[in-house]
Each structure stands twice: as C-alpha cells, then as structure tokens.
C-alpha cells in the first residue's frame, strides 16, 4: 500500500540476513544484546532475529530476546523467518515467544517450478495450510516473494496471481526482495509503483541487496514510487556483497527526501563498532557515516578552509553522530592540520617551531610512516632537540605466557629520574603488561588509558618475521587518541604503542597543571 506519509519504517536484519555473511556466527548473548541496542538505543522499528528451525541453541537465544521484548513493550517488534512446513516453523516460533512470522515463498516462477517442482497453485495451496495454523496459533503473518526481483522480470503473471491468490489471508505485509541484488534504481521504481498501483490494499516492504552496490540507490527510488518499509542490515552484512546499510539509509532518506524516521543517529557509530566486534568484519575506514576515516581531513587545504569558514564541512556533519572531526598528518599536512592536531593535545607551538614541525611532518609522511597525533611530542621532541618530552623510558621488560597458564610480565621503566619495577599476570602478554604498568602509574597518580580498539597488521604477504604494527584507540579526557607501535614482536609493538599513549597523557597532565 502506498501512503503519502514521510515516515519510513526500518526493519533490520542483521541478526538473521546479517548472519549468512560468510565466517558470522553470533553467540546467544551477543545476539541478545544486539538486539537490545537495536530496539531500545538505535531505536529501529522491527528486527528479524533469525530462522525458524536453526538449532536448540537458537531457540532459547530468541526466548531470552522475547523475554526481554515483553517486559520492555518490545515484543511486537521481534520478528522469525518461517518456511511452509505446515506446523513445524509455526510451533518453533510460538515455543520461542516470538508473535510475528515472516514465511518465506517463491516470488518467482522460475524457483516455484525448479526449486519446489510445484505449480502456483501448489505452492498456493501449501502456502495457505501454514498460514492457517499460523493464525490459529495468533501469529501475525508477513510474506516474503523470494526472488521477487526475477519473478517480476521474467514471469510477471506467476508474480500477479500469487498476490491475488494471497489478497484474503490475512497477510500484514508483502517483503518484495530483490533476492540476488540484480535491480537498477529504475528498474526499482518502475516495478514497484506498479505493484502499488496494481495492488493498493497491499502494504508492501523492500528488501535490497547490494551486488552491484546499488543498495542504498535502490531504496532511495523504492521511497520514491511510495514503499514506506525498508529492510537493511548494520555494516552492510549478509550473503555475497551484503544487504543495503541500514547507516546509510536513514541519513539519505532524511537529508535527500525529507524523511522521518524513528532512528537516534547518535548511537549509530557505537553500534556499528559493537557489530565489528561481534561480527569480526572490519569495517572498511571510508565507509560512509560510521567509518573510521570519514571525518578525517587529509588535505591541508582543506583544514585551512574548516578553520577559516568551515568551507568544506557538508551536511553530514560529525557532532551530528556523536564524532569529531580529525585531521591527518602526513605530506599533504598544512599549518592548520598541524594546528588542529596540536590544539587536541594541549600543546602550543610558536610559529617558527610550529614550521620546522610542520617540515619533519611533511618529509616523515613522504616515507609512507603512518602517523597519529599522539606521534607529535616525540616528533616536537626529535626537531627541538630536546628530551623534555619523552620522560618515560622502557628500561627492560619481560614478558612470558604459555598454555593453558596465565601470563606473566616484569617491567623496568625509569619516570623522568625515578626508576621503577613492577611485575604483573593477566590473560595474555599485553594483559600482563597492563597489569604492571597500572601498579606503576597508580604511584605517579597517573590514570591508566581507556583502550577501545587494538588492531594487530602486518604488511600482506609479510613473513613470520615481519614487522608488527599495533595500533590502538585510546579514550581520553572524553575524546580519541590512536598510538602506532611497532616491533617484530606483536606483543612488543604494543608495548611501544602504549608507552606513547602514556608520554602524551605526562604531558597533557602537565599543561593542564600549569
């Protein structure tokens, strides 16, 4: 059913299409808090939770989550793929506590014949058993017409029948999908404002893939012929390239068409970050709105022009999502670059050393040497020739772990003048580290780091002995710092990267205390 209306209703499936992404498995208590922060912080309308049928194991992951759902007024919102297997999904749905059913039919001709060997009729007939006892059983039922995309192409009569045959069965929506991501943003348009034309009673909802990266085009033009429910994924997960962002979507659909939707773009980024984690997809840094990099500015220029008259800011906008804008250092580094950098850390340069900076800037970019703004102090320390800012020193450590023992580490650091030794066990090597290094700081009052992401990369087809770069995120003072180390040893290069986080943090304690 078309409607005039500006809202739009998001229905993510992460938990379900997201899944079939190739090496996902959620565990049941990351399915549960995924689905938590779906609803109640991302404040999506629906979510699909997962397949009926799956395993044991899945069954009481989606009653914890229907638990949860009705004590919260969530339940309605919790949604089960079913299959037409008469009694089999239905039963599994209801014993997990879900009320509403997603029943996946052939929406082509070509699958109905080949797939099934049945005729329409057949399929038909099967179809209306199960969602008879679906609704015996009070389930709310919505339809899938897989294939939808193909089916409408190729045997658009076997697509017009099936939704006549389906109009009195008391189906809540039709889920059009374009199956194997094969539709055009015109082609998109053109079909669906014919299926809404030809069937106004029916509401119908879009679920896109991405094969040829036109997800999120394809439901710009799905709103456009009238659509009001869109399916989509966080962090583009499912099978083959994924399904359209569900990130992406709501800032299009709002800057683009005006759009309402129910969504707290604040809580995008966080969650997109907990999907990463759980998922063990890395999200490419350029992905738009909750990619790494997106906020970060490269070109010097372009700092300059922030700084002047923010005149390359555009309507996504960092403070929008809860993010800050960033500017790199490397070769094409300006003096606003470098000032921003400067600025986040606390540290003022004058003007001719804040040029002799900017050129070791420049030429340290010029040899591929990743950079963060936490490098600063040591590249202010190494081009004023001073040691002034480097006042901790790892003199000695040692760090061992084996199987099936917790692992160990002994640390020998020297504080400006003062030595100390500290030693210390933890789960892993860097864990251990950590634990002697927090003894340490506890005595010179110093507040041990938030690490939020630890990244460990070696270069591609690097050997064994390749070097290491860690490279951890860093929550300080209420804003993000990242800290590169390097070693042969991974464990090592971490050490390294956190001895710079805590140079910077003396050093911020000391302007803060001047």
Same mark, same amino acid.
């Given at each position: 059913?078309? #409607?005039?209306?500006?809202?739009?209703?998001?229905?993510?499936?992460?938990?379900?299409?997201?899944?079939?992404?190739?090496?996902?498995?959620?565990?049941?208590?990351?399915?549960?808090?995924?689905?938590?922060?779906? +609803?109640?912080?991302?404040?999506?309308?629906?979510?699909?939770?997962? #397949?009926?049928?799956?395993?044991?194991?899945?069954?009481?992951?989606?009653?914890?989550?229907?638990?949860?759902?009705? *004590?919260?007024?969530?339940?309605? =919102?919790? *949604?089960?793929?079913?299959?037409?297997?008469?009694?089999?999904?239905?039963?599994?749905?209801?014993?997990?506590?879900?009320?509403?059913? $997603?029943?996946?039919?052939?929406?082509?001709?070509?699958?109905?014949?080949?797939?099934?060997?049945?005729?329409?009729?057949?399929? &038909?007939?099967?179809?209306?058993?199960?969602?008879?006892?679906?609704?015996?059983?009070?389930?709310?039922?919505? @339809?899938?017409?897989?294939?939808?995309?193909?089916?409408?192409?190729?045997?658009?009569?076997?697509?017009?029948?099936?939704?006549?045959?389906?109009?009195?069965?008391?189906?809540?929506?039709?889920?059009?999908?374009?199956?194997?991501? @094969?539709?055009?943003?015109?082609?998109?348009?053109?079909?669906?404002?014919?299926?809404?034309?030809?069937? /106004?009673? !029916?509401?119908? %909802?879009?679920?896109?893939?991405?094969?040829?990266?036109?997800?999120?085009?394809?439901?710009?033009?799905? &709103?456009?012929?009238?659509?009001?429910?869109?399916? =989509?994924?966080?962090?583009?997960?499912?099978?083959?390239?994924?399904?359209?962002?569900?990130?992406?979507?709501?800032?299009?659909?709002?800057?683009?068409?005006?759009?309402?939707? #129910?969504?707290? *773009?604040?809580?995008?980024?966080?969650?997109?970050?907990?999907?990463?984690?759980?998922?063990?997809?890395?999200? !490419?840094? $350029?992905?738009?709105?909750?990619?790494?990099?997106?906020?970060?500015?490269?070109?010097?220029?372009?700092?300059?022009?922030?700084?002047?008259?923010? +005149?390359?800011?555009?309507?996504?906008?960092?403070?929008?999502?809860?993010?800050?804008?960033?500017?790199?250092?490397?070769?094409?580094?300006?003096?606003?670059?470098?000032?921003?950098?400067?600025?986040?850390?606390?540290?003022?340069? @004058?003007?001719?050393?804040?040029?002799?900076?900017?050129?070791?800037?420049?030429?340290?970019?010029?040899?591929?040497?990743?950079?963060?703004? !936490? %490098?600063?102090?040591?590249?202010?320390?190494?081009?004023? *020739?001073?040691?002034?800012?480097?006042?901790?020193?790892?003199?000695?450590?040692?760090?061992?772990?084996? +199987?099936?023992?917790?692992?160990?580490?002994?640390?020998?650091?020297?504080?400006?003048?003062?030595?100390?030794?500290?030693?210390?066990?933890?789960?892993?090597?860097?864990?251990?580290?950590?634990?002697?290094?927090?003894?340490?700081?506890?005595?010179?009052?110093?507040?041990?780091?938030?690490?939020?992401?630890?990244?460990?990369?070696? /270069?591609?087809?690097?050997?064994?002995?390749?070097?290491?770069?860690?490279?951890?995120?860093?929550?300080?003072?209420?804003?993000?710092?990242?800290?590169?180390?390097?070693?042969?040893?991974?464990?090592? !290069?971490?050490? $390294? #990267?956190?001895?710079?986080?805590?140079?910077?943090?003396?050093?911020?304690?000391?302007?803060?205390?001047?």
């Amino acid at each position: 059913m078309s #409607s005039s209306t500006n809202k739009i209703k998001l229905m993510d499936t992460t938990l379900r299409d997201g899944e079939q992404t190739q090496g996902v498995s959620f565990t049941p208590p990351e399915k549960s808090n995924i689905a938590k922060t779906l +609803l109640k912080q991302l404040r999506v309308d629906r979510i699909e939770v997962t #397949s009926a049928r799956i395993s044991a194991g899945e069954l009481g992951s989606v009653q914890n989550i229907t638990a949860w759902a009705e *004590e919260n007024g969530f339940l309605e =919102c919790i *949604e089960v793929l079913g299959f037409i297997d008469q009694k089999r999904s239905v039963d599994w749905i209801k014993e997990s506590g879900c009320t509403v059913m $997603n029943l996946l039919t052939k929406g082509s001709e070509n699958h109905c014949k080949n797939q099934l060997k049945k005729t329409l009729k057949q399929h &038909v007939a099967d179809i209306r058993q199960t969602l008879k006892y679906a609704h015996v059983n009070e389930l709310n039922v919505n @339809v899938y017409l897989e294939d939808w995309s193909n089916g409408y192409h190729n045997s658009p009569k076997y697509v017009f029948e099936m939704m006549a045959a389906l109009k009195d069965e008391g189906i809540n929506h039709f889920m059009l999908p374009d199956t194997l991501g @094969v539709l055009s943003p015109d082609e998109v348009f053109s079909s669906l404002t014919d299926m809404i034309e030809r069937f /106004p009673w !029916a509401t119908f %909802d879009f679920h896109p893939h991405n094969d040829y990266g036109l997800g999120v085009a394809n439901v710009l033009y799905a &709103v456009k012929a009238g659509v009001r429910n869109i399916h =989509c994924t966080m962090n583009c997960l499912g099978e083959r390239a994924g399904n359209a962002s569900l990130a992406e979507i709501a800032v299009v659909l709002h800057d683009k068409l005006g759009m309402e939707l #129910s969504i707290d *773009e604040s809580h995008l980024s966080p969650v997109s970050e907990m999907i990463e984690s759980f998922s063990g997809k890395r999200l !490419a840094d $350029n992905a738009p709105i909750v990619g790494e990099n997106v906020f970060t500015q490269t070109s010097g220029i372009h700092a300059d022009g922030d700084k002047k008259a923010n +005149l390359y800011h555009n309507p996504i906008v960092p403070e929008r999502f809860g993010r800050i804008r960033s500017y790199a250092l490397g070769k094409m580094s300006g003096k606003a670059s470098l000032a921003k950098n400067l600025e986040l850390l606390g540290i003022q340069l @004058v003007d001719e050393n804040l040029k002799k900076v900017l050129k070791r800037v420049v030429e340290l970019g010029d040899t591929k040497k990743s950079m963060t703004a !936490a %490098d600063l102090p040591i590249i202010i320390t190494d081009v004023l *020739e001073t040691s002034e800012n480097q006042r901790i020193e790892l003199l000695n450590c040692s760090i061992s772990s084996g +199987l099936n023992l917790r692992a160990t580490a002994t640390i020998h650091l020297k504080i400006d003048s003062k030595e100390y030794l500290e030693a210390g066990s933890g789960n892993g090597g860097y864990d251990a580290f950590m634990s002697a290094i927090k003894k340490i700081l506890k005595k010179i009052h110093l507040q041990a780091p938030e690490l939020v992401d630890y990244q460990i990369r070696i /270069p591609r087809g690097g050997k064994t002995n390749a070097l290491t770069e860690a490279i951890i995120t860093w929550q300080v003072n209420g804003k993000r710092l990242q800290t590169i180390g390097i070693d042969s040893d991974q464990v090592i !290069a971490a050490v $390294n #990267s956190t001895l710079k986080m805590l140079n910077l943090q003396l050093m911020q304690k000391e302007v803060a205390e001047q």
